[in-house]
């Protein structure tokens, strides 16, 4: 049995993400900062035949992060992949940003992905497995109206690159895809990332990064 857990898991990629893996089969266990979101989002997975299991996480948290994979990883009888999903999107420029929003945007856009990618290689250290991370276009092609989000992005992405050989000859593949356009919830392109997280999850010759849509 395969198992993803979703860091981050909102009606856009991760709801999209959870679809696509369910259908194979994969127990399915989203995460979000608000029990609100989080509980229609589950029915809606299981009305579709798809085993699905919800936690309440703020992934800014380093302890709360690894609290919530060890439970995962025990729900769902071990799991396979990890996605950090999570992002808080500003169209704002550095100058305008107060300093609690630029606080408050690295530690979910950077913070988070540190804790959730550490966190996971823990878990899956052991036996294999994959850390997924939904990155941005942003990340090389910056703009300075989304200050926060290119950053945290290009910052992701470097980490990601930079850990894919270590964390290879460990049994585990690390691989982020980069989205360079608008993903709106239930659309088109939200199932074309999730068909995406998919690859790099399951084809060994994926690599560490899949642009989307592809240049």
Known sequence: MSALFIIGAGPGIGEAAAERFGREGWTIVVSSRSP???DPLVARLTGKGIE????????TNAESVRVAMRTA???TGGLTAVLYNAAFVRQQDVFSMTD??????IAVNITGGFHAIRAAAEVLGGRGGSILVTGGGLAVSPHASYASLGASKAALRNLVEGLAPDLAARGVKIG????S???DPHSTEANGVAAALWTLATDPGAGWEI???AA
Request: aromatic share 4%; net charge negative; charged share 25%.
């Open 73 to 75: 990883d025990r729900i």
């Open 52 to 59: 699905a299991h919800g936690l309440v996480l703020d992934a």
């Open 36 to 38: 609100k979101n989080l």
């Open 100 to 105: 609690a929003e630029v606080e408050s945007d």
């Open 181 to 183: 356009t608008l993903v």
């Open 211 to 213: 642009r989307y849509p």
């Open 176 to 179: 982020t895809v980069t989205v």
